[in-house]
């Protein structure tokens, strides 16, 4: 997954809202209350390391916004953080709520650290840490925290315990992703993945293409892409190949087989940050390619569901004119200089905030069931996502058509207004 230095997330995330500003006229306040978060936190957490010596991390929380309720997002551990990409992915937050219609607003953390070479109790002290610095300025009526890219159900049980313990009583509506059983949500795991898959299903219907003679080509192997790869081909569509990071040889690596992938078969050969083992890959008959080489398959389907600034300038003409859709799994995967050549070209696009807001949604079931301390069967949770994230789609997709724009603009109108109003009703401008 290689990234251009220079690219920032946040003047990204402004710029596209700035392009959307424009298109619904607001006016001066509201454009400077939803271009930058209402508040964010800078923190250091200090951990005793396995080897005895105390290292100390950089952690964050942005709340972008929170009119339409408390600030909702996950928590990202990755050595690369930065606090504009924590800040993008909060306001990227704020829409994604906004689009599915959930009262929540939009918030992102983040700690600059590699889980890949910290242990688990090393990793549990980050999670009690950053708790500690935010039990004030979190909780489940103001900013609810969730799993984002390399934590999950773990790291969350631990932060609800920190939680907890400092507050002195249960407050299992303090963050989701929690492990089933202990205040989760069946389904979580699925959800985003899943929700991916049903806003394609959706888009390909529109488009009037049978989702079973599709081909798929998906970046990224971690949750996101295992789960919207397994609804895919069980709905009849085809993977051709992954990306996947190597942690070893620090670069991706495009693992194809043109007969189709095998999703059991590469999770047995999976790490649990989603890294797969290439001599055995190639054992079972994948072939090697380079980390970008997704971009460039002969495909119906572009998944991008890794990270951000993945389609660029650079290797957005490396798009076969097969391509019809590009479904977002990532946030922020394709910077705004690539998408005016993506519709420029006529590729339908399901932008990252409405395709990939099945996570946050069934973290909301999550919070409700929460709240009931009763909990539905996994059936009923994903028939739940699934009508919030059809009905989103053709929302957007409807809008699309009648005023003619670009579905990730169409995305943004629907949002961003939504948003601006529920900050005028508040009297907030
Ligand atoms: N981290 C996920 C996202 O980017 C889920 C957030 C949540 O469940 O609050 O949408």
Known sequence: MSSNKAFNPFEMAQTQFDKVAAILDLDDATRQILRNPLREYHFSIPVRMDDGTTKVFRGFRVQHNDARGPSKGGIRFHPQETVDTVRALAMWMTWKCAVVNIPLGGGKGGVICDPHHLSMKEQEQIC???????????????DVPAPDVMTNAQHMLWMLDEFEVIHGSKFPGFITGKPVGMGGSLGRTEATGYGVVFTLREALKDLGIRLQDTTAAVQGFGNVAQYAIELYQQ???KVICVSSWDENDHCSYTFRRKSGIDLRELLKITDKFGGIEKTEAKKLGYEILDG??????????LLPAALENQIRQDNVNKISQKVKVIVEGANGPTTPEADKVIQEKGIFVIPDF??????????YFEQVQSNMNYFWEKDEVLGKLDVKMTAAFHAVSDLAKKRNLY?????????????????????WV
């Open 354 to 363: 409405l395709a990939n807001a099945g996570g946050v949604t069934c973290s």
């Open 235 to 237: 709905l009849g569509g």
């Open 128 to 142: 009690r840490g950053w708790v500690r610095q935010m039990a004030k300025n979190v909780g489940p009526l103001n």
């Open 407 to 427: 579905m990730r603009d169409a995305a943004y109108v629907i949002s961003v207004s939504r948003v601006a109003q529920a900050c005028k009703d508040r009297g």
């Open 292 to 301: 970008d080489a997704w971009i460039e398959q002969e495909v119906d389907i």
